[in-house]
């Protein structure tokens, strides 16, 4: 993950804003991180307490992505450089572009 000023860093650290600025940064950088396989079929929603959060298009890709959860995690947190993810949770939602249509 790329890293801030060494000033914002260390204003942010100083404020115990740090951990809050690493989880922002995973939700939004989470396509980038898992690549284009995984970020056609999921989204990162949210992260509190260590616990991510993460959209799935199916029952069927919830399934496989929980088999891939210690590596999902030691990717993320990896890229965050920090243990900032201790746990995923699928849910499965409908792509953003089926959510409008009525049938």
């Known amino acids: 993950m790329k890293k801030m000023g060494p000033v914002v860093e260390k ?7 740090w951990q809050g600025y690493l989880q ?10 898992v690549g284009p396989p995984l ?3 999921t989204k990162a929603d949210s992260i ?9 298009k199916d029952s069927v ?9 210690p590596q999902l995690i030691a990717k993320l947190n ?3 450089g920090a243990a ?6 699928f849910s ?7 959510s409008g249509h009525e049938e």
């Open 11 to 17: 204003l942010l650290k100083k404020y115990n804003l």
């Open 24 to 33: 922002f940064m995973i939700v939004e950088k989470w396509a980038e991180i």
């Open 39 to 41: 970020c056609e079929v």
């Open 48 to 56: 509190s307490r260590g616990k991510l959060k993460i959209l799935v």
């Open 61 to 69: 890709w919830a399934y496989h992505l929980s088999m891939l959860k």
């Open 78 to 80: 990896r890229e965050a």
């Open 84 to 89: 900032v993810v201790k746990d995923i949770f």
């Open 92 to 98: 499965i939602e409908q792509a953003e572009e089926d």
